[in-house]
């Protein structure tokens, strides 16, 4: 497995890779996006799901709630102290048969206690991501919408694997917003 570099990136991004990409790193005045030297830093959009213990319900997999959560949609969210949240990623993404991509916290915010769930982006997933960010913190956290969230790192396959995502019919292809767990 190898590192993807920017030129390959924004090759794939005129193919549709990412959509809508940024073809530079935006930072002035925000929390950096766009094309960096081996990923893309993937922005937030303004759509949230806050849990909350309004309900006193318990969070399960196998039964997911809505009552766990409640939805938020605005330009800056704030995620309650030692609480969780659920967005989506502003980009839609179509990875290739031959690329597994990580996704990593952006260290602004981990710096501020934020943790955003490292996780897969498999080969021939497809859909918009879905984002967990955990404030560790005692006190509120604001989190800007349209703005950096997380670094996708893209590795390069050395053979084409057997069975890609789209393939097994993973259950959370194409996704459109924000989506609850499944099984």
Do not use: H
Request: one cysteine or more; aromatic letters at 12%; hydrophobic letters at 35%.
């Amino acid at each position: 497995m190898g590192v993807k570099p920017d030129r390959w990136i924004r090759e794939q991004c005129k193919n549709g890779m990412i959509e809508p990409y940024e073809k530079s790193q935006i930072s002035k005045g925000v929390i950096s996006y766009g094309i960096s030297s081996y990923g893309y830093d993937m922005r937030v959009a303004d759509e949230f799901k806050i849990f909350t213990n309004i309900s006193s319900t318990i969070v399960d997999p196998k039964n997911f709630s809505k009552n766990s959560f409640v939805d938020f949609k605005g330009k800056e969210c704030i995620i309650p102290p030692n609480s969780f949240a659920l967005a989506k990623s502003l980009e839609y993404f179509r990875i290739p048969r031959d690329i597994l991509c990580i996704v990593l916290g952006k260290s602004t915010y981990a710096r501020m206690g934020i943790i955003v769930n490292v996780t897969p982006l498999e080969p021939m997933w497809e859909g918009y991501v879905t984002i967990e960010i955990s404030n560790t913190t005692p006190l509120p956290v604001k989190i800007y919408a349209n703005e950096g969230i997380a670094q996708v790192l893209f590795l390069s396959a050395d053979e084409i694997c057997e069975v890609s995502y789209q393939d097994k019919k993973g259950k959370y292809q194409k996704q459109t917003g924000i989506w609850l767990p499944k099984i």
